[in-house]
């Protein structure tokens, strides 16, 4: 990395439960960056957006696999998390209906994180 370039992370996780170890890996990857000291940004689309709604990550498990909800909290602590506008209104969730942190935008944000000078985006 060239001193003085910043490099962020951006996540997009787009399974929940109905893939467990995809899942679990986006969140992974996400937690570890940000507790390497890397700017991250997760965003939440598909089935992984119900995460973003209080204690739906504790009921999440995955054997071998970190908590869930223990992965999501250190992201909140020190990144930023997003659901998908789309996502999010399919699903009937407002923003009122997230934890605390946690935002609601659309695929213009996404586009103007993933494409920012120093940034490299994950999907899964």
Excluded: N
């Excluded at 944000?109 to 490299?120: N, R, T």
């Amino acid at each position: 990395m060239l001193a003085g370039m910043t490099r962020t992370l951006v996540v997009k996780a787009t399974a929940g439960s109905d893939s467990p170890e995809r899942c679990a890996q986006a969140f992974t990857v996400a937690a570890t960056a940000v507790a390497a000291g890397v700017d991250v940004s997760l965003w939440l689309t598909g089935e992984s957006s119900w995460f973003a709604l209080p204690g739906r990550a504790a009921e999440f498990e995955l054997p071998h696999s970190a908590p869930l909800a223990e992965l999501l909290h250190v992201i909140l602590t020190s990144g930023r998390v997003t659901v998908c506008t789309q996502c999010a209104a399919r699903r009937e969730i407002g923003e009122t209906d997230v934890l605390p942190g946690v935002r609601i935008a659309g695929a213009a944000a996404f586009v103007e994180e993933a494409m920012a000078d120093g940034a490299q985006a994950l999907v899964y």
